[in-house]
């Protein structure tokens, strides 16, 4: 087979090479980068900010920062343990540079914004004994955070501010039960869950009725939830209204709870001789007003039976009682014995005066005192607050002069005495500063019934002086 004939000049002709772009990467690349930063001068040169955020890349501020948190931390490290010897109660140390792990930091943890936590946090958890069985901790720290301005931590002094209580022996939270060993306990004591629940209510005057007819908390139908220097927070099993946690304050249930979760100072020794000046029948402004101004002068405090039949007629008496910083009781409605009523109708004379008293005053009345002083234990069972007798009977209101009235006290008089008087007659509120008078001379020092009784409880019988103290 013959070849195709080429000419000589198509044999020797050259074969054109092939172009390689590789060669032109790196130039196009350059060229590339060269014309972002002239275009980044250009820009920058119109607006200064650009160029001050340019400056700082993510890694020169992460770099600054490291360092500085790594001269921080050598710094610290070396004082911490200097300043941990001058504590005197028992502490653990701490050294946090991470918040994120939320579950070892447990009370510390809450001070602090999640998306916004310092770097680190430094100080003590300080462990104090509270009660017998309480320990109270709580937190004194340090706080670091990046301040880009200055390139340096900024320091901020602090402590925890609410404090925790936990159980000395098991270090966890009191349950229920460690504050109320029975339900019998935690009935003693249903009087004052009820105002607190009132308390928190938005208007406690649409859940009154509801508050008045609950029957008494069984332990389990409260949930502790926290404890703090103000009390004891809950839980409620079952909402009322528009409440569903209260608070238990220690100022109030000191006397109703477990001995050995509360601090001795709420359990304070009295050396003088005390006792109670108690009112009935009231208010009555002419006399009630004359004899409040008596009180205050004299810096004696007083309980207030209050008639809700009175209470109705005179509100602002009422007021003008509790912002005196008295107390006031329920003496029924309208001074029917309650002994000769069906269980309804003492129902409807207590309910009528305690709500009336609510109304006027925001406070449900603290105690019972029936009219005459008649009373059974069938009664007594189904009455929620506590029942104040008295042991000293001036008869007032039928003895002319108040004389009679003072020489009558300093006959019956001893020490825890309650003594009875009418905020409704003249010849009583006359006799009241000359009463003041002679006791101081004696040294007795005039308090409150709930002193007295140290926390009077639910379903008892009270009387003062040497008279036995009756539950039912």
Known sequence: ??????????????????????????????????????????LSDLNPEHKDAYAHTPLKLSSERKQAKRSLLKELADKQWQESKNYSTDEQTFFVDNLKHED??????????????????????????????????????????????????????SNSGEASFIRSDTKKMPTTTDFFPSNEELMRCHFL???????????????????????PFKTGDLVVNKVNDVGIEVTLSQPIGDVSMVMLPW???????????????????????????????????????????ILKEEDVPATFFVLGSQAEAYPNVL??????????????????????????????QMHSTDKTVYKATGLLPKYIRPPYGAMKESIAKTLDQPLIHWNVDTEDWKKGSSEKI?????????????????????????????????????????????????????????????REINEF
């Open 1 to 42: 087979m013959t070849q195709q004939y080429r000419s000589r000049k198509e044999i020797y002709r050259k074969k054109p090479k092939k172009k390689n772009w590789l060669f032109f990467l790196p130039i196009i690349v350059l060229f590339i980068v060269g014309s972002g930063y002239v275009i980044n001068s250009l």
């Open 104 to 157: 070892s930091l447990g009370l510390l943890f809450s001070h602090f914004p999640k998306d916004n936590a310092p770097d680190i946090v430094t100080g003590k958890q300080v462990s104090e004994n509270y009660s017998k069985s309480l320990t109270r901790v709580y937190y004194n720290f340090s706080s670091y955070i990046w301040n880009e301005k200055k390139k340096s931590y900024d320091q901020t002094e």
């Open 193 to 215: 869950i009820q105002q607190e629940i009132l308390n928190r209510s938005k208007d406690g005057n649409t859940i009154i009725d509801e508050v008045l007819n609950l029957a």
């Open 251 to 293: 100022a109030e249930f000191s006397h109703y709870l477990n001995s050995s979760f509360v601090s001795k100072q709420y359990f304070p020794e009295h050396k003088n001789k005390q006792v109670a000046l108690t009112f009935d029948d009231g208010p009555r402004p002419e006399t009630t007003e004359k004899l409040l101004k």
């Open 319 to 348: 007021k003008e009682i509790i912002e005196d910083g008295h107390t006031i009781g329920n003496h029924s409605y309208d001074h029917k014995n309650l002994t000769q009523l069906t269980p309804d109708a003492i129902k409807t």
């Open 406 to 466: 003072v020489k009558t006290v300093n006959d019956q008089l001893e020490d825890g005495s309650v003594i009875l008087l009418h905020d409704i007659h003249e010849n009583s509120v006359d006799a009241v500063r000359p009463i003041i008078q002679s006791l101081k001379k004696q040294g007795y020092e005039f308090t409150t019934v709930d002193t007295i009784f140290k926390g009077p409880k639910s379903h008892t019988q009270y009387f003062g002086g040497s």
